[in-house]
């Protein structure tokens, strides 16, 4: 290492020698002439040794693309430089003739520092009185830009680029070292992959899309000038302006350049000079507010995704750290939403109510045995810009308050901070799997009169008696026997309270927690907790909060017969060496799945849960009706779910499973909870998912579901 480092070292001190340093001060490097020429050899070569010897070179950052899960259909991308590493091989050899004519005609000759073109330089200052003309090679240039994007901090920052002497030894110093290391081909490949061209466009590819909306490869000859013309001033010969002069006069001059190297000849340059300036502008997207104007609908799925990578280990310590990489990484990620059945999804929520409706309609869909989220819909724009929206529909907020419809970016369908929308009678699955889990077969009978006294003290619900909890029946005709077939078919609430207390209140919201329900209120937080949980009656009437991600994966979980999978936004992730992302060993976008529910169990439940849609138990008998029956009459194939409405009529849901797919959706006003839905909504939301998921099963096989054994039956 010592006689390498005397080596580069004393290359720079011949220069020294050769009064070319001193050159450089007048070549336009603005630095005292007494800092250099005044030196002295020894000194200087003194000076250079306590240097550092060697570039640091930190891999640059690049954009993230993300596309939907047939891995074409781009969603967006993720950069703070748009940037995408290219190789030499798939440029257009008029770039890299372009560039080195216009940077550095003597590239091939100099070893990093070109004395003959610091001399060239001198002589043309010391004529002009001023700076007329710069010396720093296309190494020593690529060194500069390397030093900026290592720096760690502010100060690094400008040491790298002020106009100092002790930053042009530096860069000096390591260009020769560089040049030993590096061929110039990879020189060459690392310059073109991080300059700047202007338009947050770093890097050749960036530029041919930004400006040419195309790949570097097919650059013709004028648009290679172009571009390699911005490198030195990219604001001063910006093409995209309506005075093109000063672009076309420095594309021109780069056109002259690679005439006197020989690279084209003089027809080619007569012609070249001579054409118009033809640009084919591309914005490129960046965030989720970015994706197509046409699929705007997509930006509530890439924001749950961008959620998603923020909590991801793999990514960075912190969550800060995961979205800096996520911006920087230069990741491919395809992601799980499924074009086709957004597209439906879509039309069935808007055909039930529109954009502008203070009430928001949402649903989810999600892939059983896997957790992946196909489609992510609601009635809204994902946009920040909210000034045409409507009035907010709590009046108490002031006559000019707007709503979040029909704009917002709020995380409607889960993945932020919302903490959700009371799900109603949907929270029943939860008590029925705990009873099952428990031994009580599914013939378990209760005569269950119009209204309960419970055991539960008063708590948050929907009925007091005094200091008792007593809810009541939506309809006196579920008076009577009641099995789990008939009981959860006809949403029957006493039934359920009394299947709650034989088997335990906690014991449901334990099973809700461990099928990923989250409590993000402080409400339900206390509630939860052990010393709270088993007094809790009223869980299982769903006067808690839930997402739609949340109960869609809830019954994904009964159509893969019990096994749990995490909802998951993405089928691969790729790092920029096409590598896939791994974390501990394991993929970061493979299935996270774990079996929660013994099959016998998840089968039983399922066949209660055929009731409701008005397929019909295999097992039992239903109670001769369900609560919403009009799923399998729409979608025509197995189908089981569960519906629910909360007090009042505040929200209203479904959640429908087949053996392919389950979905769940509701409506609500995420603005004002206590803006009452009304009975006209009550039945949107079972028509959006049969709907839905008979469109985005259309041609497929109709897989039953397998019956559970006669222990969880008789």
């Not at 790949?215 to 001033?233: Q, R, S």
């Not at 003089?266 to 104007?293: E, F, G």
């Not at 799900?423 to 029925?432: L, V």
């Not at 089928?571 to 993929?587: E, F």
Request: with cysteine; charged share 20%.
């Amino acid at each position: 290492m010592t006689s390498r480092r005397l080596t580069v070292a004393g290359r720079v001190a011949l220069l020294i020698r050769a009064g070319l340093i001193a050159g450089l001060v007048l070549a336009g490097l603005s630095y005292p002439l007494a800092a250099l020429a005044g030196m002295g050899v020894k000194a200087g070569t003194d000076a250079l040794q306590a240097m550092p010897e060697e570039l640091t070179e930190v891999p640059t950052a690049q954009t993230t693309y993300v596309y939907a899960n047939d891995g074409k259909t781009l969603l967006t991308m993720f950069y703070e430089e748009h940037r995408k590493q290219t190789a030499l091989k798939h440029m257009s050899p008029y770039v890299i003739k372009a560039i080195v004519a216009s940077e550095d005609s003597r590239f091939y000759e100099h070893n990093g520092v070109d004395a003959k073109g610091v001399a060239r330089a001198f002589v043309a200052n010391q004529q002009a009185g001023g700076v007329s003309q710069g010396a720093s090679t296309l190494t020593m240039q690529y060194v500069r830009m390397a030093l900026r994007d290592s720096a760690r901090t502010p100060k690094e920052a400008l040491e790298a680029t002020e106009q100092t002497a002790t930053r042009k030894l530096r860069e000096m110093r390591m260009a020769i070292e560089v040049e030993q290391r590096l061929s110039k081909e990879q020189i060459l490949e690392r310059y073109l992959n991080t300059a700047y061209f202007g338009h947050r466009a770093y890097g050749i590819f960036a530029a041919s899309q930004v400006f040419f909306s195309k790949a570097p490869k097919d650059l013709t000859l004028t648009e290679a000038a172009l571009l390699a013309g911005l490198v030195k001033a990219p604001s001063a010969y910006d093409p995209a302006t309506k005075d093109q002069r000063a672009a076309r006069q420095r594309r021109n001059y780069v056109i002259d350049q690679m005439l006197k190297m020989g690279s084209i000849t003089p027809d080619q340059a007569a012609a070249a000079k001579k054409s118009k300036i033809k640009l084919r502008l591309t914005a490129p997207p960046n965030d989720c507010v970015s994706v197509p104007a046409a699929h705007n609908d997509w930006g509530f799925f890439c924001d749950y995704f961008k959620s998603w990578w923020r909590e991801q280990p793999a990514f960075g310590r912190t969550a800060q750290e995961r979205e800096e990489n996520l911006r920087r990484g230069g990741y491919r990620v395809v992601t799980s939403i499924d074009p086709g059945i957004q597209k439906h999804a879509m039309k069935h929520v808007l055909d039930k109510e529109k954009r502008g409706s203070p009430f928001a309609h949402g649903q989810v869909v999600v892939q059983p045995g896997t957790g992946r989220l196909v489609s992510m819909a609601v009635n809204r724009r994902y946009s920040l810009d909210q000034k045409n929206n409507g009035r907010h529909s709590d009046r108490r907020t002031g006559r000019d308050t707007k709503g979040n419809y029909p704009n917002t970016v709020n995380p409607l369908l889960g993945g932020g901070s919302m903490a959700g929308y009371q799900a109603g009678s949907t929270f029943k699955i939860f008590t029925m799997l705990a009873a099952l889990e428990a031994g009580m077969p599914l013939r378990t009978s209760f005569y269950s009169p119009e209204r309960f006294y419970s055991q539960y003290i008063t708590a948050p619900g929907p009925a007091t008696c005094g200091t008792h909890w007593c809810p009541k029946n939506s309809s006196k005709s579920m008076t009577g026997n009641q099995t789990m077939w008939s009981g959860f078919g006809k949403s029957v609430n006493t039934y359920f309270v009394q299947l709650e207390q034989r088997v335990g209140a906690d014991k449901a919201v334990r099973m809700a927690e461990r099928l990923g329900l989250r409590w993000r209120t402080e409400v339900d937080r206390r509630l939860a907790t052990p010393e709270h949980a088993a007094g809790w009656g009223a869980f299982t009437l769903g006067v808690s909060d839930a997402t739609p991600v949340e109960m869609a994966n809830v019954f994904a979980t009964l159509a893969a017969e019990g096994r749990y999978c995490e909802p998951l936004p993405v089928v691969s992730i790729r790092n920029p060496d096409d590598t896939h992302a791994v974390h501990d060993g394991k993929l970061v976008a493979a299935p996270r799945c774990h079996r929660e529910l013994a099959v016998d169990v998840a089968r039983a439940a399922t066949d209660a849960a055929r009731c409701v849609t008005g397929y019909g138990s295999a097992r039992g008998s239903c109670g001769g009706w369900g609560t919403s029956e009009m799923v399998h009459a729409t979608l025509r194939r197995p189908v089981a779910g569960k519906s629910g409405t909360t007090d009042g009529n505040k929200t209203a849901w479904f959640s429908g499973y087949t053996p392919e797919l389950a979905a769940a959706a509701f409506v609500a006003d995420p603005d004002n909870p206590e803006h009452v839905v009304g009975t006209s909504r009550g039945t949107i939301s079972k028509f959006t998912v049969a709907q839905t998921l008979r469109d985005a099963l259309e041609g497929q096989p109709k897989t039953k579901f397998t019956p559970p054994s006669d222990k969880l039956v008789w």
